[in-house]
């Protein structure tokens, strides 16, 4: 997503380019690939080391509740926080980020999970019982199975692809959309008087059932978890280090087009399949 928008944008207005190396985890770090895009680009590159794992855990908990006042769910606001006071000290007072490209283009592991279901529900294999399903599954991702778990294990989207399928299959689009986003149970809330049967009713009714998967929940998504969540982190964290951040994706024009249904956005091989061909 910012590549897209580090490819098409004003390079006599934007000139500059931020990104986070976590220098405690591979995993998360794409620094390298970032150089190679801000050189082709022609962009100039600071990359911020972030160390999150060993972040002082009593700064970070005084630092959030400055920003939100708050407990707030979401930890990356640690680290959007740490690269927009980076850019600030560089003078720097207008940023864009590429939030919402993985809602609006079927980004997330678990969109093409529910995509997968859905194919699987309309083939003869789904006459097999869901728990054998599951055991398959189970036998290729965490068993060396023909020796496909070290494969899988070596490609990180195509394992929490797996993964995510595991968790949906045989969930009907109400259903799969529910339980890829509930990631608490009830039993271990602190608070037991908490009122979680409001919560996940007021997050059921921006569902659209009508809507075919995964659309529908990448609809329910933007009006959710986009606004609630990305949006709220990114503009917190940003306007405490008196920067402001613009959200391309999100223009109205951009969602206008994608709110068609008829638009595609993943196939059985790729997700975001418009921008992999603007790019």
């Given at each position: 997503d910012s590549t897209l928008?580090?490819?098409?944008?004003?390079?006599?207005?934007?000139?500059?380019?931020?990104?986070?190396?976590?220098?405690?985890?591979?995993?998360?770090?794409e620094s390298k690939i970032a150089e190679k895009i801000a050189d082709s680009c022609?962009?100039?590159?600071?990359?911020?080391?972030?160390?999150?794992?060993?972040y002082d855990i009593n700064f970070a908990a005084e630092r959030q509740l400055k920003l939100v006042k708050y407990p707030f769910a979401n930890s990356t606001i640690l680290s959007t926080d740490f690269l927009s006071n980076q850019a600030s000290k560089d003078g720097i007072r207008m940023a864009l980020i590429g939030d919402g490209g993985d809602e609006l283009f079927g980004g997330y592991p678990r969109y093409k999970a529910m995509f997968l279901n859905e194919l699987i529900k309309k083939s003869i294999l789904f006459k097999l019982p869901v728990q054998a399903f599951k055991f398959i599954f189970d036998l290729v991702i965490n068993y060396k199975f023909l020796k496909i778990n070290k494969i899988i294990n070596s490609k990180p989207n195509l394992e929490r692809r797996l993964r995510a399928l595991r968790l949906l299959i045989g969930l009907n689009n109400f259903e799969a959309h529910r339980i890829s986003h509930l990631y608490f149970n009830t039993s271990d809330l602190v608070n037991s008087k908490f009122e979680s049967y409001a919560v996940i009713k007021e997050f059921d009714s921006f569902f659209d059932d009508k809507i075919n998967s995964p659309f529908s929940s990448m609809m329910a998504d933007l009006q959710t978890w986009v606004p609630f969540n990305l949006n709220?982190?990114?503009?917190?964290?940003?306007?405490?280090?008196?920067?402001?951040?613009?959200?391309?994706?999100?223009?109205?024009?951009?969602?206008?087009?994608?709110?068609?249904?008829?638009?595609?956005?993943?196939?059985?091989?790729?997700?975001?399949?418009?921008?992999?061909?603007?790019?």
């Open positions: 928008i580090a490819t098409y944008i004003n390079k006599n207005l934007i000139k500059k380019a931020y990104t986070l190396k976590y220098v405690d985890s591979n995993e998360f770090d022609g962009l100039d590159l600071k990359i911020c080391e972030f160390n999150f794992f060993n709220y982190s990114s503009d917190i964290a940003s306007m405490n280090n008196n920067l402001e951040i613009r959200v391309p994706f999100l223009d109205k024009r951009i969602l206008e087009f994608v709110s068609k249904e008829n638009i595609p956005t993943l196939n059985l091989n790729q997700s975001k399949i418009i921008l992999r061909k603007l790019l």
